[in-house]
């Protein structure tokens, strides 16, 4: 059991940091919204946007590869080899992304940046360290430095934050507003860079095994590719049919729902780098086990998180942001909550086709999914408007998800509960009729509301035995022993 106690306790640290990633989303929406524009906030939400969608492209799936094949190395000479072999091949591309950014400044400020050709200067070079970060992060994550991974996330973020809600609060415009992401990335790579030189020391690679890591990472392109597409250019596609300030609308409402995909980054960020071990072993029991485990976890708290932001939805948004987002906004929110249960259980599942090494299927998913998503949205958008961006998103993660898990089940049974998912589901709705029946509307009566919701979902669950008794137990003797 002592495998567990640990996996928990770093699911633990992980979710922490997690929660803090996205509260500071949360934090900072009050900040712009009521300081900026709309339509200038709309400019934010397409930085951010482009800076997840850059390392998708730049980092050719290397980071998850560092964890693939590196997570069990010990031979010190090899890691450096092929950390740093990987570093350069990123270094690289990420540096002709941004060149090309560049060159193309006009067309692509015309089109997502409502005309502010500053802003794209200053996020080409954001997405560039971006890219960078991300190789450097995943080198903690890979050799289960947890403490240090989490760290540096939450570092970047509140950095990030701090400073543009600084600039935001002393009445700067958007573009030294954006500056805050650039300082809070290069601080991060300088504290980062340090520690990894110091521990493996400098070196020039010699791509000995770079082919046959290229060999995994590259099937993965399209399926990260891809993956961004569902996620996120649906801000892009709104931003050219619909303006910045549609995207203003949309993105408050579609960050309060996607705030229940900080519950899967625990498993995500971990189960790659554990359950290699006990696959290689031939231990498949064991990794049943994580999975299983994986899995009613992040649904015993996604569903009635779920039902309760998609009831309060407006209530909440009239708080963290104007009415005019509010009101423009709200019905956003409980597609995207339904879409990121979705993309949870998509994100635990695949680990199965990945121990496989069937990252072909993957890919192919997603590649899929991706000109579904694009084609869906170019219908929906100009005659449903930002929640038919939503409706869209939803319904390419349920595609993802059953094929995957079609795949899946081929080789190791899905990690699902179905007596334990019905309960929970059970107990959801209750707490959901409750909160329904209060309609809270004030910050006060929200937070009373939510506490009482969460006390009457936990009674029931354990009044159907939901939660077993031996789980209690597990977590009391896990929690004495952290």
Same mark, same amino acid.
């Given at each position: 059991?002592?495998?567990?106690?640990?996996?928990?306790?770093?699911?633990?640290?992980?979710?922490?940091?997690?929660?803090?990633?996205?509260?500071?989303?949360?934090?900072?929406?009050p900040?712009?919204?009521?300081?900026?524009?709309?339509?200038?906030?709309?400019?934010?939400?397409?930085?951010?946007?482009?800076?997840?969608?850059?390392?998708?492209?730049?980092?050719?799936?290397?980071?998850?590869?560092?964890?693939?094949?590196?997570?069990?190395?010990?031979?010190?000479?090899?890691?450096?080899?092929?950390?740093?072999?990987?570093?350069?091949?990123?270094?690289?591309?990420?540096?002709?992304?941004?060149?090309?950014?560049?060159?193309?400044?006009?067309?692509?400020?015309?089109?997502?940046?409502?005309?502010?050709?500053?802003?794209?200067?200053?996020?080409?070079?954001?997405?560039?360290?971006?890219?960078?970060n991300?190789?450097?992060?995943?080198?903690?994550?890979?050799?289960?430095?947890?403490?240090?991974?989490?760290?540096?996330?939450?570092?970047?973020?509140?950095?990030?934050?701090?400073?543009?809600?600084?600039?935001?609060?002393?009445?700067?415009?958007?573009?030294?507003?954006?500056?805050?992401?650039?300082?809070?990335?290069?601080?991060?790579?300088?504290?980062?860079?340090?520690?990894?030189?110091?521990?493996?020391?400098?070196?020039?690679?010699?791509?000995?095994?770079?082919?046959?890591?290229?060999?995994?990472?590259?099937?993965?392109?399209?399926?990260?590719?891809?993956?961004?597409?569902?996620?996120?250019?649906?801000?892009?596609?709104?931003?050219?049919?619909?303006?910045?300030?549609?995207?203003?609308?949309?993105?408050?409402?579609?960050?309060?729902?996607?705030i229940?995909?900080?519950?899967?980054?625990?498993f995500?960020?971990?189960?790659?780098?554990?359950?290699?071990?006990?696959?290689?072993?031939?231990?498949?029991?064991?990794?049943?086990?994580?999975?299983? *485990? @994986?899995? &009613? #976890?992040?649904l =015993?708290?996604?569903?009635?998180?779920?039902?309760?932001?998609? $009831? %309060?939805?407006?209530? !909440?948004?009239?708080?963290?942001?104007?009415?005019?987002?509010?009101?423009?906004?709200?019905?956003?929110?409980?597609?995207?909550?339904?879409?990121?249960?979705?993309?949870?259980?998509?994100?635990?599942?695949?680990n199965?086709l990945?121990?496989?090494?069937?990252?072909?299927i993957?890919?192919?998913i997603?590649?899929?999914?991706?000109?579904?998503?694009?084609?869906?949205?170019?219908?929906?958008?100009?005659?449903?408007?930002?929640?038919?961006?939503?409706?869209?998103?939803?319904?390419?993660?349920?595609?993802?998800?059953?094929?995957?898990?079609? *795949? @899946?089940? &081929? #080789?190791?049974? =899905?990690?699902?509960?179905?007596?334990?998912?019905?309960?929970? $589901? %059970?107990?959801?709705? !209750?707490?959901?009729?409750?909160?329904?029946?209060?309609?809270?509307?004030?910050?006060?009566?929200?937070?009373?509301?939510?506490?009482?919701?969460?006390?009457?979902?936990?009674?029931?669950?354990?009044?159907?035995?939901?939660?077993?008794?031996?789980?209690?137990e597990?977590?009391?003797?896990?929690?004495?022993?952290?």
């Amino acid at each position: 059991m002592n495998e567990y106690k640990q996996f928990v306790q770093r699911i633990g640290l992980v979710g922490i940091t997690n929660i803090l990633i996205s509260l500071s989303g949360l934090i900072f929406i009050p900040i712009i919204t009521k300081n900026l524009s709309t339509a200038d906030y709309g400019i934010w939400a397409q930085v951010n946007t482009t800076i997840a969608l850059m390392p998708n492209i730049a980092n050719l799936g290397l980071p998850y590869t560092m964890v693939r094949f590196l997570s069990a190395e010990k031979d010190k000479n090899k890691i450096k080899e092929s950390f740093y072999s990987m570093l350069a091949v990123v270094f690289t591309i990420s540096l002709a992304i941004s060149g090309i950014f560049l060159i193309f400044q006009d067309l692509i400020a015309n089109s997502i940046f409502g005309g502010n050709v500053e802003v794209v200067y200053i996020t080409a070079i954001i997405s560039f360290f971006a890219c960078i970060n991300l190789m450097l992060i995943s080198f903690f994550r890979t050799f289960q430095q947890i403490k240090r991974y989490s760290l540096f996330l939450v570092l970047q973020t509140y950095i990030g934050v701090v400073i543009s809600s600084y600039l935001v609060l002393a009445n700067y415009n958007i573009q030294i507003v954006v500056m805050g992401l650039l300082i809070a990335n290069l601080a991060v790579f300088i504290i980062m860079i340090i520690l990894i030189f110091r521990y493996l020391g400098l070196a020039i690679p010699k791509f000995k095994y770079l082919k046959e890591e290229l060999e995994f990472a590259i099937p993965t392109i399209p399926s990260n590719i891809s993956s961004w597409v569902v996620d996120s250019s649906d801000k892009y596609v709104i931003g050219i049919f619909l303006g910045s300030a549609a995207v203003g609308y949309y993105a408050p409402s579609y960050a309060l729902g996607s705030i229940l995909l900080m519950f899967l980054s625990p498993f995500a960020i971990l189960l790659p780098s554990i359950l290699p071990k006990y696959f290689e072993e031939g231990n498949l029991e064991k990794v049943s086990v994580f999975l299983k *485990y @994986s899995m &009613k #976890y992040f649904l =015993l708290i996604t569903i009635p998180a779920a039902i309760g932001l998609s $009831i %309060l939805s407006k209530q !909440i948004l009239l708080i963290i942001s104007t009415s005019e987002i509010a009101m423009n906004g709200y019905a956003v929110t409980p597609f995207v909550c339904l879409g990121a249960i979705l993309m949870g259980m998509y994100g635990i599942i695949n680990n199965i086709l990945i121990l496989e090494k069937k990252t072909k299927i993957l890919g192919n998913i997603w590649i899929i999914v991706g000109i579904l998503n694009l084609v869906f949205n170019m219908i929906a958008v100009p005659y449903m408007g930002i929640v038919g961006a939503a409706i869209v998103t939803l319904i390419c993660y349920l595609i993802a998800f059953f094929i995957t898990s079609f *795949y @899946s089940k &081929k #080789y190791i049974e =899905l990690p699902f509960e179905y007596k334990s998912l019905a309960k929970t $589901i %059970l107990a959801a709705f !209750i707490m959901g009729v409750f909160v329904l029946f209060i309609n809270p509307v004030d910050r006060t009566s929200i937070i009373i509301t939510v506490i009482i919701a969460v006390l009457i979902y936990f009674g029931i669950l354990l009044l159907m035995k939901g939660i077993e008794k031996e789980e209690f137990e597990f977590f009391k003797e896990m929690i004495s022993e952290t």
